[in-house]
């Protein structure tokens, strides 16, 4: 690789990636730092006798491993990134990306594969002690050697099958076509609507088993709500999740014919009927009260301010001389484009964060509505807790800049305020 040369010698734009870089990397330390010390030694009065004092002692070192890990490979990343960028690495892809292929498009192709690669390398390593040490030693993982290197290989494959093609696409527009950025947002949108559908049934499915829910008290219990809140589903699945995790977890996914319920086989072995009930009104209550329409919406108008940005910045030389590069190949800029998006996308983030944290108490208080059962609701969210090793008291700055559900003590809160109103409601009421 070359080293540091005149094109980037006091260029603006390097100036103000490095500082993005170094600043990302500050905010995230003082972040994890001050969320670290947050952490309560006393048992929250509401998991009294819900959490022991060793286990609950055990999610505090659980909470704090992986803060470690996190911090140790921001640690290295920073300064392996700044050494890219200053030593020409980008030039130096691009050199490859150019001997490999005439075209701009391949070019492109080689070049943000290249790119792509290197940091999924240089990840591995941390993903593999995410794994097979912390969520081992935590009593998590389930996950073999086979299935950790066939999901690797498995999304290799979706990015050359899918990903490739829709990049060759993008890079054809933006190359071609007058308004570009109009007409790929566009074409992304149109793509991203369509994974809505397709998703459920062609790709999940590659990574877990969807099995319908057999016959029994569960699935009749499940099926009675639906059909007393006018709610149809296509589909309550019981997913594969144990083959890799013993944590727990339910999502909605789909839309029309495509739309399921999917419960973890963990989620079903340690709730009782009652709290799954709690736990499909929730996620039917996103679907009621028009959250998941919203969420795409928010998507969409997200990526509608991407491309309008990358517009502006794409055919800016100093962007490119930043990284080393004396030419401005469009493919390059498109990577380039990420480092300059950064803020703005952590400021979108925030907001879409706090907006699904809203939704998230929401669909809780459907839930409670609906089914009545404000304290089958509460026991199922200290269950998933406990059996996830859940941060119980998160800093509020970690809060405001991460989470997209509300911390699960503020969560149990709301509901109890809930049922306060409506037993004070009864009662005026009569």
Known sequence: MDNYDAHQTMNPYLIIILSLLVAGWLLDWIVEHLN??????????????????????????????????????????????????????????????????????????VFIGIVV??????????????TFVIEERYGFNRTTPK?????????????????????????????????AWFWAWAIMS??????????????????NKFIPLESGELRDRLAAYAAEQRYRLNGIFKIDGSRRSTKSNAYFTGFGKTKRIALFDTLIERHSVDELVCILAHEVGHCKLGHLRKRVMMSLLTSLLMFMVLAIFIRQPGLYQAFGLDQTPLYAGFVFFGFIYTPVSMLLGIVSNAVSRKHEYAADAFAVRTTGRAKDMISALKRLSVDNLSNLTPHPLKVFLD??????????????????????SAISAT
């Open 36 to 109: 670290l010390r947050h952490v309560s030694t006393r048992i929250p009065a509401a998991f009294e006798g819900v959490y022991d004092t060793d286990k609950y002692a055990r999610s505090q070192r659980y909470l704090r491993d992986n803060t470690r890990l996190q911090q140790m490979q921001s640690n290295l990343m920073l300064p392996l990134t700044i050494a890219f960028i200053l030593l020409g690495g980008f030039r130096w892809i691009n050199d490859v990306a150019m001997s490999l292929s005439d075209s701009m498009i391949g070019q492109g192709l």
């Open 117 to 130: 690669l290197l940091s999924s390398l240089a990840g591995l390593p941390f993903g593999i002690y995410d």
């Open 147 to 179: 299935t950790f290197v066939l999901d690797i290989l498995k999304g290799i494959l979706l990015a050359v099958l899918l990903g490739a093609p829709i990049l060759a696409l993008i890079l054809w527009i933006f190359d071609t076509v007058p308004h």
């Open 190 to 207: 149109l793509i991203q609507l369509l994974f809505v559908f397709v998703a459920p049934v062609l790709i999940l499915p590659l990574f």
């Open 403 to 424: 989470y997209s559900h509300p911390p699960v003590l503020k969560r149990i809160n709301a509901v109890h305020a809930l049922t306060d109103r409506r037993s004070r």
